[in-house]
T-cell receptor, first 115, second 114 residues
Framework: ETGVTQSPTHLIKTRGQQVTLRCSSQ?????VSWYQQALGQGPQFIFQ???????GRGNFPPRFSGLQFPNYSSELNVNALELDDSALYLCASSLGASGSWNEQFFGPGTRLTVL | AQSVTQPDIHITVSEGASLELRCNYSYGATPYLFWYVQSPGQGLQLLLK??????LVQGIKGFEAEFKRSQSSFNLRKPSVHWSDAAEYFCAVGGNTGGFKTIFGAGTRLFVKA
C-alpha cells in the first residue's frame, strides 16, 4: 500500500509568481485535505476535496485554489505569491463520506519559500 | 470560535521520566479531539483520538490522553519517555462545520535528555 506522496519536496518562488503543489492520495482514499504550516506553528486548514468537489474551506483567500482528479490525486494552486506564503504545505488523505471524520494520513509536505 | 491552545512551546524531559503535554480547546459542541506527532522530515502521525465514551483514551507508542470537559482540556501523557519520543506534538480539535475541519494548536516541542 502506497502512502501519501507530495511533490516537489522543496520549491523556491519569487513574490507575485504562481505555484502548483501536487499530492497523491493513499490508495483507495477519496478525500484530500490541504494544510499550511508556517514555521513554528501548527497546520492550518486550507480546504478539503471529496470526490472531486470542494467540501469545506478554511480562512484563506481565493488565490488559494485546488483540484481533485478522478484518481483522487490533488493539486494546490497559489496565485500572486506573497512572502507570508512561505510554509510547509501538507496534504492528507482519508477514506470517507462527506462531513464525517476518518483518519487522515499525512504526506511529508512541500516546503515553499517565497523570496 | 474554535481554537486550541498548547501553553508550552517546548518541554525538556529526562529519558525514563513521565511526560504530560497540556492542551486546552474552545469548541461550541462536543469536539472530536486528537493528538498528532511530527518528527523532522516526516508527516503528521495520529497518536490517539477522542470522540465520545471513556474519557481516558489509549494511543500508540504508549501514549494516553484524558478528556476533561469541565476544564476544556485534553492532556497527553506517557509514563516513561524514550529518546525516540523527541518530536513536535500537536493537539487538534475537529468537527463537521461545512466539511470536516481539523484545527491544530501551535505545538509543543519535546526534548529528551539522557
Amino acid at each position: 500500500e502506497t502512502g501519501v506522496t507530495q511533490s516537489p519536496t522543496h520549491l523556491i518562488k519569487t513574490r507575485g509568481q504562481q505555484v502548483t503543489l501536487r499530492c497523491s492520495s493513499q490508495s483507495g482514499h477519496n478525500t484530500v485535505s490541504w494544510y499550511q504550516q508556517a514555521l513554528g506553528q501548527g497546520p492550518q486548514f486550507i480546504f478539503q476535496y471529496y470526490r472531486e468537489e470542494e467540501n469545506g474551506r478554511g480562512n484563506f483567500p481565493p488565490r488559494f485554489s485546488g483540484l481533485q482528479f478522478p484518481n483522487y490525486s490533488s493539486e494546490l494552486n497559489v496565485n500572486a505569491l506573497e512572502l507570508d506564503d512561505s510554509a510547509l504545505y501538507l496534504c492528507a488523505s482519508s477514506l470517507g463520506a462527506s462531513g464525517s471524520w476518518n483518519e487522515q494520513f499525512f504526506g511529508p509536505g512541500t516546503r515553499l519559500t517565497v523570496l | 470560535a474554535q481554537s486550541v491552545t498548547q501553553p508550552d512551546i517546548h518541554i525538556t524531559v529526562s529519558e525514563g521520566a513521565s511526560l504530560e503535554l497540556r492542551c486546552n480547546y474552545s469548541y461550541g459542541a462536543t469536539p472530536y479531539l486528537f493528538w498528532y506527532v511530527q518528527s523532522p522530515g516526516q508527516g503528521l502521525q495520529l497518536l490517539l483520538k477522542y470522540f465520545s465514551g471513556d474519557t481516558l483514551v489509549q494511543g500508540i507508542k504508549g501514549f494516553e490522553a484524558e478528556f476533561k470537559r469541565s476544564q476544556s482540556s485534553f492532556n497527553l501523557r506517557k509514563p516513561s519517555v524514550h529518546w525516540s519520543d523527541a518530536a513536535e506534538y500537536f493537539c487538534a480539535v475537529g468537527g463537521n462545520t461545512g466539511g470536516f475541519k481539523t484545527i491544530f494548536g501551535a505545538g509543543t516541542r519535546l526534548f529528551v535528555k539522557a
